[in-house]
């Protein structure tokens, strides 16, 4: 009875594996994903000042210019892939491939009297609805609309 156990386990779990598998991005998307995924997620995030100057500095969204405006998701992963399962919405640039959700964020505003690569940013952490553009036939998060 045991082994029986075992082996439907073992079996669920190398079918989970591989299911895991077929759904993965393209390299193109899996760039995309990944950048998203850099610039824009982090499940453990607080949402002060600091935290805004620390994460764009870190991931080097200050390097040359400082970007303006970013928005970090504090969700986890799973959390912002479900939101490409609801009905399709109006992108800014009229693509109809964004999806609507509401999840915990940090909004990062540079303060407009810093230079480049030691920015400045104002946070503003809420929880709020956020439009994100999936692609692929596995849909995955690959911009942040809005």
């Known amino acids: 009875m045991a082994l029986q156990k075992a082996l439907s386990l073992l079996l669920l779990l190398l079918l989970t594996v591989l299911g895991l598998g077929l759904v993965q991005p393209s390299y193109g998307q899996d760039r995309m994903y990944q950048q998203f995924l850099r610039q824009h997620v982090d499940p ?8 805004c100057n620390l994460m764009m500095q870190r991931w080097k969204m200050t390097t040359h210019q400082c970007k303006c405006f970013n928005t970090f998701i504090h969700e986890a992963i799973w959390n912002i892939h479900s939101i490409c399962s609801t009905t399709n919405v109006q992108c800014k ?7 609507k959700g509401v999840v915990k964020v940090t909004d990062c505003w540079e303060t407009g009297s810093s230079r480049a690569p030691n920015c400045r940013y104002q946070a503003k952490a809420s929880t709020r609805q956020v439009a994100i553009a999936c692609e692929g036939n ?3 998060p690959a911009h942040f609309d809005k």
Not at 93 to 99: I, R
């Open 44 to 51: 453990e995030g607080t949402g002060n000042d600091g935290y």
């Open 93 to 99: 640039n009229g693509k109809m491939n964004c999806h």
């Open 138 to 140: 596995s849909e995955v």
